[in-house]
Structures are given as structure tokens and as C-alpha cells.
């Protein structure tokens, strides 16, 4: 679903009235062959909670941080939070997990389950990734 809400997010941000027409997206979506009860449940997330992102910073990984991803997972990771639906406590907080936890590079499959967390609220969610950061008080969850 988290693909789904990204090509929604990418659309949104160039059209804000994209939620007006809800079929014509949702057909389009059936056709690139994605579900249509995955389609539904985005759109409804995407209408409610999309907004533009606040401000314009950058936020810059240093050498040793890039290293703890591998580069789709760093592009996406930074991806996600252009597009708004990180903001920039989640991004820290990743970026954090990742060098806390020291399991190797993270890859787009580990960015997706970690962002799929803080999007939809899946804290007790089995994600694969032993400990959660909770973005309400920076606290670190086993």
C-alpha cells in the first residue's frame, strides 16, 4: 500500500484537486495491476492526511550516515520525506534506528516497513525490525 500512497503523494503534489475524482485515479491504479481494496484503503489515507510539506529544508546525510543505508533505500528514504509523508522527526528517528541497531545497510524493503510504522500508526506492527522509535517522545521500544 505504502506504493500506492507514494504515486498518490507525487500526483498531489502537483495537483491538489487530485482527490476531486477518486475513479479515474483508482481505474488507472487497477490497471498498473495493484488491488483494488489496497487502492481504496490509500486513497482514503492519502485524502485525509496528504498535505504539502511545511517549509523547505534539507536535510543532509553525512558520510557515516550514508552508509547505513544502501542507495534505493537512501532514495527512498529521502524520497518520502520530500514528498511530506515523512517529516523530519520520523527521517531522524530512522536515521537513528539504523545506526543504533547496526545491522548493515537498510534497503528500500527496510525503509518501507519502518516508514509503514510511523504512516500508519502500526506500533505494536511485526515489521521485521526488532525495536521501534516512538516519534511521540523520541523513547526507544524493544
Not at 25 to 40: A, F
Not at 60 to 77: K, M, P, V
Amino acid at each position: 500500500m505504502l506504493d500506492i500512497v507514494v504515486i498518490l503523494a507525487e500526483r498531489f503534489r502537483r495537483d491538489r484537486k487530485l482527490f476531486s475524482n477518486p475513479k479515474s485515479i483508482r481505474d488507472e491504479l487497477i490497471e498498473r495491476g495493484y488491488m483494488p481494496e489496497d487502492i481504496d484503503r490509500a486513497i482514503q489515507w492519502a485524502s485525509n492526511s496528504l498535505e504539502y510539506p511545511v517549509g523547505n529544508s534539507t536535510r543532509i546525510l553525512s558520510a557515516y550516515e550514508r552508509s547505513q543505508f544502501t542507495s534505493d533505500g537512501c532514495g527512498l528514504l529521502l524520497k518520502l520525506r520530500n514528498l511530506g509523508l515523512l517529516n523530519d522527526e520520523h527521517l531522524e528517528l530512522i536515521i537513528a534506528r539504523s545506526i543504533l541497531m547496526d545491522e548493515g545497510p537498510i534497503d528500500a524493503e527496510g525503509i518501507r516497513s519502518m516508514a509503514m510504522i510511523f504512516l500508519f500508526d502500526l506500533k505494536n506492527h511485526e515489521s521485521g525490525f526488532p525495536i521501534y522509535l516512538d516519534s511521540g517522545g523520541g523513547d526507544i521500544e524493544n
